[in-house]
C-alpha cells in the first residue's frame, strides 16, 4: 500500500498564497509521476498538476501561471504552490501517484480561498 500524506492547506483571502506538501516513500517520489487533483463541491475532480520521475510538469488550464508544482528528492515530498488564489479554487486537494500497481490517492487537504 503506497501512503501520501498532504499537509499545508487551510483558510487564504482571495490573492494569497499557500503550499501544500506531499510526502511519500524514496522510492515513490524519485521513481512515479506525483501531483495533485482537486474537488469542489458538486464538482467532478480535476487534475491540477503532475510532475514526472524526469522533473516535466503538467498543469491545468485553470491554475496555469499561478501554481507551480516542485519535487524534493532528499525531503521525499512533492510541492504545490498556490499563488494568486480564487475563489473558485476553493476544494480538497489530494495528493496522487501514478505507479505500475495502480494510482494511489491521499486522505485530501482543505484549501478553502475566502474574504
Known amino acids: 500500500q503506497v501512503q501520501l500524506v498532504e499537509s499545508g492547506g487551510g483558510l487564504v483571502e482571495p490573492g494569497g498564497s499557500l503550499r501544500l506538501s506531499c510526502s511519500a516513500a524514496a522510492s515513490i517520489v524519485r521513481r512515479y509521476s506525483m501531483g495533485w487533483y482537486r474537488q469542489a463541491p458538486g464538482k467532478q475532480h480535476e487534475l491540477v498538476a503532475t510532475?514526472?520521475?524526469?522533473?516535466?510538469?503538467n498543469y491545468a488550464d485553470s491554475v496555469k501561471g499561478r501554481f507551480t508544482i516542485s519535487k524534493d528528492n532528499a525531503e521525499n515530498t512533492v510541492y504545490l504552490q498556490m499563488n494568486s488564489l480564487k475563489a473558485e479554487d476553493t476544494a480538497v486537494y489530494y495528493c496522487?501517484?501514478?505507479?505500475?500497481?495502480?494510482?494511489?490517492w491521499g486522505r485530501g487537504s482543505q484549501v478553502t480561498v475566502s474574504s
Open positions: 496522487y501517484t501514478n505507479t505500475p500497481g495502480g494510482e494511489f
Open positions: 510532475i514526472h520521475n524526469t522533473g516535466s510538469t
